[in-house]
């Protein structure tokens, strides 16, 4: 059984993250939203392209107005009128101004902007009554923000509103991003049905193939389904290659970047997975992992790809998805920083409990209280056979090994669950 700790650092030494030459795709601008940028963007322009205002005002001459006052304004003609989007025609001479509004290109000749509050406008000039704090006050340069030629953008970032803001303004109109990790689902076991089905004695519904597609497209990969797969070695078998090497079967699906089973990997009778991937020639690097729930976790890897058996019971299979599973889809994707466990230190509003001979996960929600972090587990039982009061919650509640209580009011480490 190995310490958690261990088995992520592992599992995540063995991701190999997306080929920036091989795994690309182009998309347009309008369809990159929380895509990763695989690779660096330039833009041709400065920002700002041009000089411009800051400010509503006057664009002048320094020399005009270093010295003006309330009781000796600088007089200066308005020569010109430049609102937004208008390339003014004149140039600023001594004893000129030009009426500037925020953001509209400066005139040549000019070099200082004074506020509308330090003037008095009179038909054709305006008085100026109080002199800027410096030469170039109020200009914005161009190429201040950033140069032409410049990386704009940097490999590994996730493509949020403020990116997607600066690839318009760049006019980058088709963005290179990673293609999406491929996640194939199978779940295991004679007693699962799809959720259409009716229920024999004995059945139940196969929700994990559900939860995981769920979990596997919220943080921005292809969840390739699978179905059911019976408790039968050779049937295994199959969805196993199918998912390696598609091309030889009749489906059209492309071969899976990562494998997730959920079922048959503990030590019961019809377990069969781990025996069917050495079979395959998988390397299986990790048998059991010491945290509660989801302890029967194998993790093998195959030359391109890698194998996640979770347990079979839903609370054990979301649980290890979030714990090691989402960090290696997500440095798998490409992403450059963000990929690792979100863990947080909150305080809990209840006492924990646990066994306390593995790390133990208690679902529950956080929430920001007085500006800190407040971590209160999910009401009713704790099992890891209670499906139902892990919705709605956010987080996971570490008891670490050896701790056996944590008193409410305590400080302790909390995962959390939601996407990239
Ligand atoms: P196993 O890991 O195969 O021993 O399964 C452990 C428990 O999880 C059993 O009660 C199974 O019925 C249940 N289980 C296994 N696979 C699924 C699934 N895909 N969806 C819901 N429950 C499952
Ligand atoms: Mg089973």
């Known amino acids: ?175 290179p991003v990673f293609r999406r990790v491929r996640v194939a689902i199978l779940s295991t076991g004679d007693e699962l049905v799809s959720p259409e089905q009716s229920l024999q004695p004995g059945q139940i519904v196969d929700s994990n193939q559900y939860a995981l597609a769920a979990l596997v497209a919220e943080i921005g990969a292809e969840p390739i389904t699978m179905g059911i797969v019976q408790d039968d070695p050779d049937r295994l078998k199959d969805a196993i290659i199918q998912s390696l090497a598609p091309e030889s079967s009749a489906t059209a699906i492309q071969s899976a970047d990562i494998i997730l089973s959920s079922g048959g990997v503990s030590v019961g009778d019809y377990d069969y997975v781990d025996r069917i991937l050495a079979e395959l020639g998988a390397e299986i690097h990790i048998r059991s992992v010491a945290i509660k729930p989801g302890k029967p976790l194998t993790f093998a890897t195959f030359p391109n790809t890698l194998y996640f058996g979770l347990p079979g019971n839903p609370v054990s299979a979301l649980v290890t998805f979030w714990r090691f599973v989402q960090p290696a889809i997500l440095k798998r994707s490409g992403l450059a920083h963000g990929w690792k466990p979100r863990f947080i230190r909150a305080v809990t509003t209840q006492d924990l409990r646990s066994d306390g001979r593995r790390e133990s996960y208690l679902w529950g929600n956080i929430e920001i209280f007085d500006g800190s972090y407040r971590f209160t587990p999910a009401g009713g039982s704790s099992s890891s056979g209670n499906l139902i009061n892990l919705a709605g919650t956010n987080a996971l509640g570490v008891v670490a090994i050896a701790q056996t209580h944590v008193k409410a009011g305590d400080t302790i480490q909390v995962l959390l669950t939601h996407g990239k």
């Open 1 to 175: 059984m190995l310490p958690a700790q261990e088995a992520e650092a592992l599992i995540l030494e063995a991701v190999q993250a997306l080929d920036v030459q091989q795994d690309v795709e182009l998309v347009e601008l309008e369809a990159c939203h929380d895509r990763i940028l695989a690779s660096p963007v330039t833009s041709r322009l400065d920002f700002p392209h041009w000089d411009n205002s800051a400010m509503d005002g006057y664009a002048v001459r320094f020399e005009d107005v270093k010295t003006c006052s309330a009781d000796q304004p600088a007089v200066l003609e308005v020569i010109e009128e430049i609102p937004a989007g208008y390339q003014p025609q004149k140039s600023v001479q001594p004893g000129q101004a030009a009426r500037i509004l925020t953001g509209s290109v400066m005139p040549t000749g000019a070099d200082t902007i004074v506020i509308q509050e330090h003037t008095q406008r009179q038909a054709k000039t305006v008085l100026v009554l109080e002199p800027p704090s410096e030469p170039q006050a109020f200009v914005r340069h161009q190429g201040a923000f950033h140069q032409a030629g410049e990386p704009l953008l940097s490999t590994g970032i996730v493509l949020k509103a403020p990116e997607i803001a600066v690839l318009a303004a760049a006019q980058c109109v088709q963005i």
